[in-house]
């Protein structure tokens, strides 16, 4: 997929392209973001000949962000507020931004939001695009950050899409350093991709920079990680390191937990738990074996 280095700048309004010919182009910082935000939150239905529509339902509290949508949307759209009893609260106020250009919305299932059911099916954009703008926006649609019970810095996206989520990891790896697993949680086959510390600072300063779009209450939650700091006595975990291919094949060879240790420069309790894992199918064996 076509990707642009994280080094734009967001337009200021008065320069924001709001013509047709200008819609949803990615490489705007802006549109990126909310084309991260639609992809995550927004849904887009169709009906018979040229009728659909793409609807975003939020809180009432992050409405702003909707009118955002709407002045660089260059078709008319509506906001409108509803009030429902939902399972956590009696009477629940949101704002919905419905458009129904058909233009506007062959744009987006061009670029990648599907109709209909799209939580799994969904992929960062193949042309090139503002990368960290969009993922901005994704993590406002469907991540977290703040601070967690314990007090420390967390950065989290909670996403079905397999591309989204080994996307983040990759990106959020070269920011961080902090490598990340791509795999489902078996209750319910999500994704929770999870930065805490120093590698939550570093992936909230870098995401939330300056004047850029965002909802208001995650960018102050992205300034307030900067405050922590590490408590003198708190050690710092070595990075893990991963298994390979190659030395998984070198354990299989060796069905020795000791002689592998030795030759692979690992612990012998850890040599064990891999074997262990490899010939009980819990890990895939190398292609070739």
């Known amino acids: 997929m076509a990707e642009r280095e994280p080094n734009a700048v967001p ?4 320069q924001t392209r709001s013509t047709a010919t200008g819609f949803m182009d990615l490489e705007n910082p802006e549109y990126a973001y909310m084309f991260g935000f639609l992809q995550a939150d927004g849904h887009l239905s169709g009906g018979t000949g040229r009728k659909g529509r793409m609807t975003v339902e939020l809180s009432a509290r992050d409405v702003d962000i909707l009118r955002e949508f709407q002045r660089l ?3 008319n759209s509506s906001i409108r507020g509803r009030t429902r009893a939902t399972n956590f609260a009696a009477s ?3 704002s919905i931004w419905t458009l129904c250009a058909l233009d506007a919305r062959t744009k987006l299932n061009e670029l990648g939001l599907p109709y209909g059911r799209k939580s799994r099916t969904i992929a960062p954009p193949r042309v090139p695009f503002s ?11 469907d991540g977290s950050l703040g601070f967690t019970a314990k007090g420390l810095p967390f950065v989290s996206l909670t996403t079905a899409s397999a591309a989204v989520s080994t996307y983040l ?3 959020a790896g070269k920011i961080t350093g902090a490598e990340r697993s791509t795999r489902r949680n ?8 999870l930065y805490t510390k120093e590698a939550a600072q570093k992936l909230a300063a870098h995401l939330y920079y300056p004047d850029c779009l965002s909802l208001d209450r995650k960018r102050t939650a992205a300034a307030s990680l900067g405050t922590w700091s590490r408590p003198a006595d708190m050690r710092i975990a070595p990075d893990r390191r991963r298994w390979t291919e190659p030395e998984d094949r070198v354990l299989l060879a060796l069905k020795n937990d000791a002689a592998a240790a030795k030759e692979l420069g690992r612990t012998e ?5 891999r074997l262990w894992r490899l010939r009980t199918g819990k890990t ?6």
């Not at 895939?284 to 074996?289: F, N």
């Open 11 to 14: 337009r200021a309004p008065e």
């Open 73 to 75: 949307t260059p078709y």
């Open 92 to 94: 629940h106020e949101s």
């Open 131 to 141: 990368q960290r703008d969009y993922l901005r926006g994704m993590i406002d649609a």
């Open 169 to 171: 990891c990759s990106y």
């Open 186 to 193: 078996t209750r319910d086959g999500i994704f929770n991709i």
């Open 269 to 273: 309790k850890s040599c064990y738990i």
């Open 284 to 289: 895939p064996l190398p292609a070739d074996i």
